[in-house]
């Protein structure tokens, strides 16, 4: 089976088309090509990963018309004729979403190739939205996906692919818990708060954090992990009070994530993509979704975790340094709480969700053939 996989520009986007990439080859002995955008991050991980890079030259586009969105739609287009016989000689294209995936997805359409989407958020994104009308399946993480999707597509709730690394967590946790502290410096015995905000970090959640620190300076039984983003682990690192008995460790970017959620016994993050190996490593989380966003979705990703049980949420423009104290050390007093928000977590995450969208992948690609 020849599968062309495509998306990507964050690797939000890359890592879960890797998972399905690696798990069609493993799983069903597929031969993978990844379309991507030349400048995105999928240029450098998916090589290094193993897999054939195909480069596309994309331009994001804007909501409403304007030069930029026509820009895009012609870009677009050029690269869905460039790639268009690589696709006709595909089983199936997969597309992650995101403006990378465009000329595959128009592609897929144009040589009537099955398209399976996969889309990782509340409200799906504008490319996902569009590709849905002619897609065979589209394999979603959230329930409230279906409603705003064509009514026609078959919708599969399969979960956002996660790294295999991560979904291991559960089961190798002690283990990992000790070269956390080991890479880290930080200790086994107390409860471990994990603050990260993406690939890029987010800023205003390490300002936010950086004014709470001396609020838990004094918690001999509490210790900080951040990934603060590349560039911005000053704003944390200047706060940081090393006399004190707090704990705190600052990285600009945690390439182990496997090693800092098992150590972690609470979350405090985004709402994006991540979601879904927060909740397969079990985690009670607070979550902080990004307000600019698009069409607000990380809100509606939050409000669903928070509505299983899984996640408290603190809005963006309502967090300030006593509300995001208040809401660690709720929790950090409160064992049974993150006990329950864990289960709650695991129950609504699907570790497995690659397993699952490689097999709808070849069950599509099947019924064509």
């Known amino acids: 089976m020849n599968v062309v996989v495509t998306g990507g520009g964050t690797a939000g986007h890359v890592f879960p088309a890797l998972a399905t990439a690696t798990a069609l080859r493993d799983r069903h002995g597929a031969s993978i090509v990844f379309v991507g955008a030349e400048d995105g991050q999928e240029a450098r991980l998916v090589p290094e990963a193993g897999f054939r890079f195909v480069p596309v030259h994309v331009s994001a586009a804007q909501a409403r018309v304007s030069i930029a969105t026509l820009r895009a739609v ?150 900080l992990l951040v990934s603060a983003g590349p560039g911005h682990e000053g704003e944390v690192t200047r706060a940081v009070d090393r006399s004190a008995p707090l704990r705190v460790a600052v990285a600009p970017f945690v390439d182990r994530m496997d090693r800092a959620f098992a150590l972690a016994d609470l979350v405090v993050a985004r709402a994006g993509g991540s979601i879904a190996e927060v909740t397969a490593c079990g985690l009670p989380s607070i979550l902080v979704p990004y307000p600019h966003a698009t069409e607000n979705h990380q809100e509606a990703n939050a409000r669903e975790l928070v509505a299983a049980g899984a996640a408290r949420m603190v809005l963006d423009r309502e967090l300030s340094s006593s509300a995001l104290v208040r809401a660690i050390l709720e929790l950090v007093e409160n064992e049974a709480a993150r006990t329950a928000m864990g289960a709650a977590a695991l129950a609504w995450a699907r570790p497995d969700a690659a397993a699952r969208i490689a097999d709808l992948c070849a069950e599509v690609a099947g019924a064509v053939g």
């Open 74 to 223: 012609a870009l677009a287009l050029a690269g869905s004729r460039s790639v268009r016989g690589l696709v006709r000689g595909s089983d199936a294209v997969i597309s992650i979403g995101g403006f990378a995936s465009g000329p595959a997805a128009l592609a897929a359409r144009r040589t009537r190739r099955p398209l399976v989407l996969i889309e990782p958020n509340s409200v799906p994104g504008i490319v996902n939205r569009i590709a849905a009308r002619w897609a065979a399946a589209v394999a979603t993480t959230f329930d409230g996906t279906a409603e705003r999707l064509p009514g026609r597509v078959r919708v599969e709730r399969t979960g956002n692919p996660i790294r295999r690394e991560i979904a291991a967590v559960p089961e190798r946790r002690a283990r990992l818990r000790l070269e956390a502290c080991e890479a880290f410096g930080l200790e086994p015995d107390r409860t471990t708060v994990f603050v990260f905000g993406g690939s890029q970090g987010a800023l205003h959640l390490d300002q936010v954090l950086a004014e709470a620190l001396p609020s838990l300076a004094t918690r001999a039984d509490l210790q």
